[in-house]
C-alpha cells in the first residue's frame, strides 16, 4: 500500500499511469502522472516505508474445519526399479484441496511424494492430459470431481496400455494411428489467390460433436476391441476424427478416405457396445461416427458396382 500526495487539488477526473515502477524506483524517485488530455504533467511522490506495507499486510484466515481425510489409492510403478506395480496409500485433507482429482494429485506431489508420475497440463478438460482410470471409469481428472462421500479414491493409468511410469501411458500406438488417416483437409483443385474454402452453416454444422475431440484416448481404451486387437483396430476415437474429414465438405478425397478404412480390422472390430460414448469426458458419440462410416463404406460399395455394370 502507497500513500500518494498529488501535486494538484484539482484533480477530479480519472487518470492514468505512464508505466508501471518497480517498489525500489517508487520509494527513491519521483513519478508522473496526467489526466486523459487535460493540462500538464502532475507529479506525485510516494511516503510510504517498507514498515507500513507490512503493517497493513492481512494474513491468510486459517481454516478451523476439522479434517476430512479421505483416502487415494494410487498405482505406482517405476521401470527403473524392478519392483512389481503396487497401489500407495495417500490420506488427503479435502478442506484443505480443490474439488478435482487432479487438484488432489498435484497437492500429493507438491506436499507428500515428489516421486509420482502423472501428465496434466490445461486443468480446464481441453488437452486431454490428464486421462486416467478413475474409480474404475477412464476419465479427465482435472473433470473428475473427487467423490467426499466415499473413503476413498483409487487412481490408475489407461486401461490396457503400456506404462511409462505411474500413471503415464504410452500413447506412441494411438497418435501413430491418428497419423494414418491423414487428419488435415486435402483438396485436388487449389482456391483461387487470397480465397477461402468455403462452407455453408448447414455443412458447417455437421462437424459438431466431432471436431471437439481432445484425443485424450478415453474412449479407446474403454474398448475391448482396442484392447485385443490395437495393431489393427484404429479404435473409437481415431475413427470418429476420421470421420471428421469425411463429412467435412471442403475436404476432395472423400471417396479415399473411406477406402482405406474400408478394412476388415481398421473398421469393423466394432462391435457396437457404446462403452466409448458412456465413457467420454466431453460427451460426444464416436459410436455414431463409426455406424456413419460404416454406411459410407457401404454406398460407395454400391456405388462402385454401378460403375463398373453401368
Not at 118 to 139: D, Q
Not at 204 to 215: A, F, N
Request: aromatic residues 10%.
Amino acid at each position: 500500500l502507497f500513500h500518494i500526495s498529488l501535486g494538484s487539488s484539482s484533480l477530479r477526473q480519472p487518470f492514468h499511469f505512464l508505466e508501471f515502477y518497480s517498489l525500489d524506483m517508487l520509494r527513491a524517485s519521483q513519478t508522473f502522472i496526467r489526466r486523459p488530455g487535460v493540462g500538464p504533467l502532475i507529479k506525485w511522490h510516494v511516503t510510504s516505508t517498507a514498515s507500513q506495507a507490512s503493517q497493513s499486510k492481512v494474513e491468510a484466515p486459517i481454516s478451523t474445519k476439522p479434517p476430512q481425510m479421505h483416502n487415494f489409492d494410487v498405482y505406482r510403478w517405476n521401470p527403473d526399479t524392478g519392483e512389481k506395480p503396487y497401489l500407495n496409500v495417500y490420506p488427503v485433507d479435502l478442506n484443505q484441496c480443490g474439488p478435482m482429482v487432479l487438484d488432489a494429485l498435484i497437492k500429493i506431489k507438491n506436499e507428500m511424494d515428489q516421486t509420482l508420475t502423472f501428465r496434466r497440463s490445461c486443468r480446464e478438460g481441453i488437452c486431454g492430459s490428464c486421462a486416467m482410470n478413475i474409480n474404475g471409469t477412464n476419465t479427465l481428472a482435472c473433470l473428475a470431481k473427487i467423490d467426499s462421500t466415499k473413503d476413498t479414491t483409487r487412481i490408475y493409468p489407461l486401461p490396457h496400455m503400456y506404462v511409462v511410469k505411474d500413471l503415464v501411458p504410452d500413447l506412441s500406438n494411438f497418435f501413430a494411428q491418428y497419423k494414418s488417416i491423414q487428419p488435415w483437409l486435402q483438396r485436388k483443385d487449389i482456391p483461387a489467390a487470397n480465397k477461402e474454402n468455403l462452407q455453408s452453416k448447414e455443412d458447417r454444422k455437421k462437424l459438431d460433436g466431432m471436431y471437439e475431440c481432445i484425443l485424450c484416448a478415453c474412449c479407446s481404451t474403454s474398448c475391448p476391441s482396442y484392447w485385443w486387437n490395437s495393431e489393427k483396430y484404429l479404435g473409437p476415437a481415431v475413427l470418429m476424427q476420421a470421420y471428421r474429414w469425411i463429412a467435412d465438405s471442403r475436404d476432395q478425397y472423400t471417396r479415399e478416405r473411406i477406402e482405406q478404412l474400408d478394412d476388415p480390422w481398421k473398421l469393423y472390430r466394432c462391435h457396437t457396445i457404446m462403452n466409448c460414448t458412456k465413457t467420454c469426458p466431453k460427451g460426444l458419440n464416436p459410436a455414431l461416427a463409426i455406424a456413419s462410416i460404416k454406411k459410407s463404406a457401404d454406398d460407395n460399395t454400391l456405388q462402385r458396382l454401378k460403375e463398373k455394370l453401368f
